[in-house]
Nanobody, 130 residues
Framework: QIHLVESGGGSVQAGGSLRLSCAASGYPESTYCMGWFRQAPGKEREGVARLHTGSLGTWYADSVKGRFTISQDNAQMTLYLQMNSLKPEDTAMYYC???????????????????????WGQGTQVTVSS
């Protein structure tokens, strides 16, 4: 069973950058839809970006397009989220998630909701001050 551990969160000023990492282990041979989600206090968890590990297709929430980049390092089985031009509204707990996807990305393109993903990391806090 895949196990996910996030890191890289912290506190930055608006306009700054952070790179989040999600280390995967116990990685049964398959292809996955990998996602970054975030949850601010009092708000529902929302999708930020997704990547299919086979096709390398990527999808982004409108609120982060052009600022965030999702990527993977296959050799180290690590998922990344590069976050640039951070805004106070990006403040949230960020979670990495995984779901088996053998469709070469067709299914991943539609996996927008958190309840589509069965495996989650523990989260890493991102705080952006104005």
């Amino acid at each position: 069973q895949i196990h996910l551990v996030e890191s890289g969160g912290g506190s930055v000023q608006a306009g700054g950058s952070l790179r989040l990492s999600c280390a995967a282990s116990g990685y049964p041979e398959s292809t996955y839809c990998m996602g970054w989600f975030r949850q601010a206090p009092g708000k529902e968890r929302e999708g930020v970006a997704r990547l299919h590990t086979g096709s390398l297709g990527t999808w982004y929430a409108d609120s982060v397009k052009g600022r965030f980049t999702i990527s993977q390092d296959n050799a180290q089985m690590t998922l990344y989220l590069q976050m640039n031009s951070l805004k106070p509204e990006d403040t949230a707990m960020y979670y990495c998630a995984a779901e088996v996807d053998l469709s070469y990305g067709t299914r991943c393109s539609n996996l927008k909701a958190p309840n589509n993903f069965r495996t989650w990391g523990q989260g890493t806090q991102v705080t952006v001050s104005s």
